[in-house]
């Protein structure tokens, strides 16, 4: 059974920084791509950013691009998203995805940003 459960969200200010985790089981890890992406309240999913399967190469969305850093520890299963200089409009639930051959979504993590 395929799961990917999604964790490390919470409140915080404007400005600060935050890291999300994914813990995957169910498929061979460290054989595909993986992304995040987020939703916003009222708003469709948008693609935050990739990550290739050995983890040397990653792609961003521009509100994302040097702000954001994604990142995978095959050895433990879990893909990263590291939050820096958060902003009021990345507030939204966060989800890990696998889209490549068979599609899965985890049930994701709330970011709040807010003073």
């Known amino acids: 059974q395929v799961q990917l459960v999604e964790s490390g969200g919470g409140l915080v200010m404007p400005g600060e920084s935050l890291t999300l985790s994914c813990v995957v089981s169910g498929f061979i890890f460290s054989s595909y791509g993986l992304n995040w992406v987020r939703q916003a309240p009222g708003k469709r999913l948008e693609w935050i950013a990739g990550?290739?399967?050995?983890?040397?190469?990653?792609h961003y969305q521009d509100f994302a691009q040097g702000r954001f850093t994604i990142s995978r520890d095959n050895a433990k299963n879990t893909l990263y998203l590291e939050m820096n200089n958060v902003r009021p409009e990345d507030t939204g639930m966060y989800y890990c995805e696998k889209n490549i051959g068979s599609y899965y979504r985890g049930r994701g993590t709330q970011v709040t940003v807010s003073s």
């Open positions: 990550i290739n399967s050995a983890g040397d190469s990653a």
